[in-house]
């Protein structure tokens, strides 16, 4: 039993639009509720403006817009994603990203993980099946360099 749960990998399913974003729970610093960001003049249409964190002004992105999709259903349940970041030099400390719903732990076993062949979106690591769910890996690293260079320009 104990191996059972050393083997697994703590993760937050992420509701978006039309998919689901499967993340570490060692990339998210804080889950919270929708709060209107102050809008940055001259930003990207993926980059929804700042959001006040911690005393911290922080930008607030869209993953769905960035990839094109469109978000014009409602915010209903929407909550912020706020990220702890991976890269040393990118400028940012945090980020956040909108979601469209409440995200959920879950522990997942590597090995229940099944890789789903055909289209990965941009700026996504893999696209994965995890029991009745499908999910994508978005690759943290990309998406932190768009979100630095773009910040940087109009922060």
Known sequence: MLSNVL??????????????????????AEVMPYTRPRA????????????????????????DRLNGIDTGKGLTQARIVVFNTVQRNSGLEFYALVTAGIPQLRRVN??????????????????VQIGEIQAIIPDLDALETAVAATWKQVA
């Open 7 to 28: 083997d697994t990998i703590r993760t937050l399913i992420v509701p978006m639009q039309d998919r689901n974003l499967l993340l570490p729970n060692v990339a998210v």
């Open 40 to 63: 940055i003049d001259d930003a990207p249409e993926w980059l929804l403006g700042s959001i006040s964190w911690r005393g911290k002004n922080i930008p607030l992105i869209s993953y």
């Open 110 to 127: 590597p090995d229940a993980l099944q890789e789903i062949s055909g289209d990965v979106l941009e700026g996504a690591l893999s696209q």
